[in-house]
Nanobody, 117 residues
Framework: EVQLVESGGALVQAGGSLRLSCAASGFSFRTYTMSWYRQGPGKERELVATIAAVVPGQIRYGNSVRGRFTISRDNARNMLFLQMNRLKPGDTGGYYC?????????WGQGTQVTVHA
């Protein structure tokens, strides 16, 4: 059974930093591209960052986080990370770890990030 468990969300002041973690199990983590998505209040879910299976490999960021967020992974520990710096109130939302395995996409339950001015 595929499981993705996010952690690290918190209430933080604008300009601060947070590091999110995602513990993956139930599939061959090192084989798949992993992603972080987020969904703010009243907004659609959007891609935050994607990292290829093999590091160093292709990494992509959403326009709104490029230069502030860093995605990384530890294939030995089946862990995905998102380092978030210079946080803004617009970064507020639920953050979700995701993997797409052929024919199905999987999501964690999310971790809440709230950035106050």
């Amino acid at each position: 059974e595929v499981q993705l468990v996010e952690s690290g969300g918190a209430l933080v002041q604008a300009g601060g930093s947070l590091r999110l973690s995602c513990a993956a199990s139930g599939f061959s983590f090192r084989t798949y591209t992993m992603s972080w998505y987020r969904q703010g209040p009243g907004k659609e879910r959007e891609l935050v960052a994607t990292i290829a299976a093999v590091v160093p490999g292709q990494i992509r960021y959403g326009n709104s986080v490029r230069g502030r967020f860093t995605i990384s992974r530890d294939n030995a520990r089946n862990m995905l990370f998102l380092q978030m710096n210079r946080l803004k109130p617009g970064d507020t939302g639920g953050y979700y770890c995701s993997v797409r395995i052929p024919a199905a996409g999987f999501w964690g339950q999310g971790t809440q990030v709230t950035v106050h001015a």
